[in-house]
């Protein structure tokens, strides 16, 4: 039997812990060779327009991210080739100019709001994740993190929560819940859940089950 990566996809509304359990079976897998490609990192490139259109652009909406990329790059880290990552700017709204040299693993986690919105993604993950955590704890952490780590203000979180991350969440992103093999509640401090998902994909290797 030819010998192929497992692919992982851990989806979830923003601010569900979806980056909390990549971490989690992260820790677990690096010895073994894992590597982790974010949806964010896929954001279509902005450079051309000024900073005040970026501001306008829908950043939960299935059109703001150029998935042929994103697909592109998991085709080729199945066949254990390298890609170029592209790098994401959540200040400047745009990609970087510098791209992330990623060499292939047998471990491929494919992480973001809208990783099971794509059936042409779907279809070349082994495993698909669904983070489950509820809005309210979601916003109140999304309005933590993202004036720490994003340079906004609460009550620019608050209106674009309003005007299009609640929206998109509840048109986009919970109906893709329904592709989930697993769905986990909590994200990162579901030990259980991880602990489950860690022993499939130790099965997975060993066995070449599933693929
Ligand atoms: N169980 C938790 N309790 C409190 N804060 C959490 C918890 N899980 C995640 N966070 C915080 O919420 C924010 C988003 O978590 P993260 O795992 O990055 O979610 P996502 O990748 O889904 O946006 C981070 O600042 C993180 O520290
Ligand atoms: N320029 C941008 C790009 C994206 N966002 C928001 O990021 C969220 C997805 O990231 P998570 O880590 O929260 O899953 C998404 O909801 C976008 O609204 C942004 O604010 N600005």
Redesign the pocket.
């Known amino acids: 039997m030819t010998k192929r990566p497992v692919v992982i996809g851990i989806a979830g509304g923003?601010?569900s812990g979806?980056?909390s359990v990549t971490r989690a079976i992260y820790d677990v897998f690096r010895d073994h060779s894992v590597v982790v490609i974010e949806q964010?990192y896929y954001?279509k490139d902005q450079s051309h327009m000024t900073f005040d259109e970026r501001l306008l652009t829908n950043?939960?909406h299935p059109l703001a991210f150029d998935t042929d990329l994103l697909i592109e790059h998991v085709h080729s880290l199945i066949d254990y080739k390298a890609v170029k990552k592209p790098v994401y700017d959540?200040v400047q709204?745009t990609r970087s100019e510098e791209v992330i040299d990623v060499e292939p693993k047998d471990v491929i986690i494919v992480e973001?709001?809208l990783v099971l919105e794509d059936e042409r993604l779907r279809d070349l993950m082994d495993i698909k994740l669904f983070v489950d955590t509820d809005s309210d704890l979601r916003i109140i952490r999304?309005i933590q993190r993202?004036i720490k780590e994003?340079g906004r203000t609460a009550d620019s979180v608050i209106d674009?929560y309003l005007s299009?991350?609640r929206p998109m969440h509840n048109m986009f992103i919970e109906p893709t819940k329904r592709y989930a093999d697993v769905i986990i509640p909590e994200g990162g401090d579901n030990n259980v859940a991880i602990d489950l998902m860690v022993t499939k994909i130790k099965t997975i290797l060993e066995t070449g089950a599933n693929l």
């Open positions: 923003s601010c979806k980056t964010d954001y950043y939960d959540y709204h973001g709001i999304r993202d994003r674009q299009a991350v």
